[in-house]
């Protein structure tokens, strides 16, 4: 089955520094890959997501960057801000079957 | 719409008892999930139903642990004879079809077991 490991589990980072979470994956057939944002105490939230056919997604201040071949994809925040102080989850999935989650990268913006 | 919801929010029951947790799909999701995510941790797959497909138990824990999903709506989850490592919350997901992959979670529901 798939195994996505996620680094690095905790990251702090100054206010307006960016910050850069990566995530692999073992199954070569798994083609959507989302990443979710989860505030202490409260149910996960999909922020970006990116699918196989492209490279690279971006969404203000958020991108997402793919690499098939090597079979790694990564979370990209510029300007990072202290709401976006939060665990970030990456996920892949082979579309119609289960989602494998990573074990969650604790991210601290210092005012 | 209205999204995820599951209930309850919170329970807390005695070793050795049943618990039953519920989860309410956005209407029209055919695929639903349940994961377990022990405090400070990660999402634990449990259990996956798609539409009329038999589910995808691989994840549950032990036999102690079971769902039910009625069709594309409602689904329950059973654990038996709780344990204390039981105690986490218990997470619901639904989704789309095949073509839509988004997960819409619910707000869990905190289980804790003493």
């Known amino acids: 089955g798939e195994n996505v490991e996620q680094h690095p589990s905790t990251l702090s980072v100054q206010e307006g520094d960016s910050a850069v979470i990566k995530c692999t994956y073992s199954?070569?057939?798994?083609?959507?890959f989302p990443w979710y944002k989860q505030e202490l105490g409260k149910r996960p939230q999909l922020i970006i997501d990116?699918?196989?056919?492209?490279g690279e997604k971006k969404d203000q201040r958020i991108a997402v960057t793919l690499n098939k071949t090597a079979k790694h994809f990564s979370l990209h925040i510029t300007e990072t801000q202290p709401e976006d102080s939060a665990v970030y989850f990456c996920?892949?999935?082979?579309?119609?079957?289960?989602?494998?989650f990573g074990t969650g990268t604790s991210l601290t913006v210092i005012p | 719409g209205a999204g995820v919801s599951q209930s309850p929010s919170n329970k807390v029951t005695e070793k050795g008892k049943d618990v039953e947790l519920r989860c309410d799909p956005i209407?029209?999701?055919?695929?639903l999930y349940w994961y377990r995510q022990r405090l400070g941790q990660g999402l634990e797959f449990l259990i996956y139903?798609?539409?009329?497909?038999?589910?995808?138990k691989s994840g549950l824990p032990s036999d102690r642990f079971s769902a039910e999903r009625t069709g594309e709506s409602v689904s329950t989850l059973t654990i038996q004879r709780t344990q204390q490592e039981d105690s986490a919350v218990y997470l619901c997901?639904?989704?789309?079809?095949?073509?839509?992959?988004?997960?819409?979670f619910g707000p869990g529901t905190r289980l804790t077991v003493l």
């Open positions: 199954d070569s057939a798994s083609n959507y």
């Open positions: 996920a892949a999935s082979n579309t119609g079957n289960q989602f494998y």
């Open positions: 139903f798609q539409g009329n497909s038999a589910p995808d």
């Open positions: 209407s029209g999701h055919t695929a």
């Open positions: 990116i699918r196989s056919n492209v």
């Open positions: 997901a639904s989704s789309e079809d095949f073509g839509r992959n988004e997960q819409f």
